[in-house]
């Protein structure tokens, strides 16, 4: 796996590229110069936990016959305060995932969120080396 990243201005600017050509801006705030003009690390952090989970989560449930009409998840995270110091690391990340769909088990939906989150995704098990992980489901 290769990531490359270009700066793309005289500040914190920068483009993300994978090995396949596909791209993702990256910035900072403006009180370390950036513009805003992406996520910020952290954010593509807790961004990545949701992904992964999310193509975990349907591919779980699409194997039980289980396919949601929609998915979304909103991540949450929470980093570790320490006095004077603002680059720390996540104390707690929570994704909330909300599915709509006909006949959608719950039992199931909650058994494939566990699998993802305690199994099969790499973010998240190696975001909890640090990180309280949790999260909660809604079925529409």
Not at 76 to 83: M, S, V
């Amino acid at each position: 796996m290769k990531i490359s990243i270009q700066r793309l201005n005289d500040a914190v600017h920068m483009e993300a590229k994978n090995e396949d050509g596909v791209t993702l801006q990256m910035d900072g705030t403006d009180e370390i110069g950036g513009i805003n003009g992406g996520f910020r690390p952290m954010q593509m952090l807790l961004a990545a936990a949701g992904g992964c989970s999310a193509i975990d989560v349907v591919g779980i449930l699409k194997k039980q016959k289980q396919n949601p009409d929609d998915l979304q998840i909103e991540v949450t995270g929470e980093r570790i305060t320490l006095e004077g110091e603002q680059y720390t690391e996540f104390k707690t990340i929570h994704l909330h995932f909300i599915l709509k769909g006909d006949h959608l088990d719950e039992k199931k939906v909650s058994r494939a969120i566990d699998l993802s989150l305690n199994k099969y995704c790499s973010v998240s098990k190696t975001l909890a080396k640090t990180a309280e992980i949790t999260s909660s489901y809604e079925v529409n």
